[in-house]
């Protein structure tokens, strides 16, 4: 488990690589209340529950930012065990959600097909520890890929949609680059230069350092 600098005030990261992709699951939690959520249990779920209990957090919910299984599939199982609620995605991924167990399959890795309990669309409200996340739709990597936006922190969790140096695949069934670049350059770029966001594989950015840096979008 890493901490996230560069989280500010009450609010608070830690990154957990997860599965064979490495993939980012990520506790968010107030650092006041322990109170808290998951985001992307795309497995191991040991090593997750560990890191929670390390945090010593309550977790409140589950957040997926898409539907591919380094991201979701382990999501049915952690709800069950946690008995929380699943928030996200967008609902056009729900065609990825209904077969992660064939994804799964045929990456050898444990998943369950999940639905959540609430799809989130452009324009709906998260809370996590009282804390609110808007929600931008920003599909080209998957159909339905939500960024997740706290606006006081200055603070986004943007799943595959925006990397340091890099961007999300779009050669996936279901991809579309345009549509990426599009939701990236149209949404997320306004939102300003200080914003820092955790993405779903690699290192934590800004927008900043994107805008000026990432070979995709110049």
């Known amino acids: 488990m890493t901490a996230v600098p560069g989280t500010r005030a009450a609010l ?26 998951v985001v992307d249990p795309g497995g191991d779920l ?22 591919h299984i380094d991201h979701a599939g382990g999501a049915d199982e952690l709800r069950a065990s946690l008995g929380v609620p699943i928030e996200g995605p967008h609902q056009a991924d729900q065609i990825l959600l209904d077969n992660l167990e064939m994804q799964g399959a045929a990456y050898g890795m444990p998943a369950r097909n999940v639905t959540p309990e609430r799809w989130l669309a452009e324009g709906d409200t998260v809370t996590v520890a009282g804390h609110t996340f808007s929600i931008l739709h920003c599909p080209g990597h998957s159909p339905g890929s939500v960024v997740f936006v706290n606006r006081p922190q200055k603070f986004l969790l943007v799943g595959d949609v925006l990397f340091r140096g890099s961007i999300g695949r779009t050669d996936f069934p279901y991809g579309d680059h345009n549509a990426l670049i599009n939701a990236i350059k149209t949404k997320l770029f306004p939102l300003g230069d200080e914003f820092a966001f955790i993405c779903g594989h690699g290192p934590t950015s800004t927008i900043g350092q994107e805008r000026m840096t990432n070979p995709f979008l110049q």
């Open 12 to 37: 608070k990261a830690a990154i957990i690589p997860v599965t064979p992709f490495q993939q980012n699951c990520t506790l968010i939690w107030d650092e006041a209340t322990k109170v808290g959520a």
């Open 46 to 67: 040991d090593a997750i529950r560990s890191a929670i209990a390390q945090v010593g957090v309550s977790i409140e919910k589950i957040l997926l930012t898409h539907g």
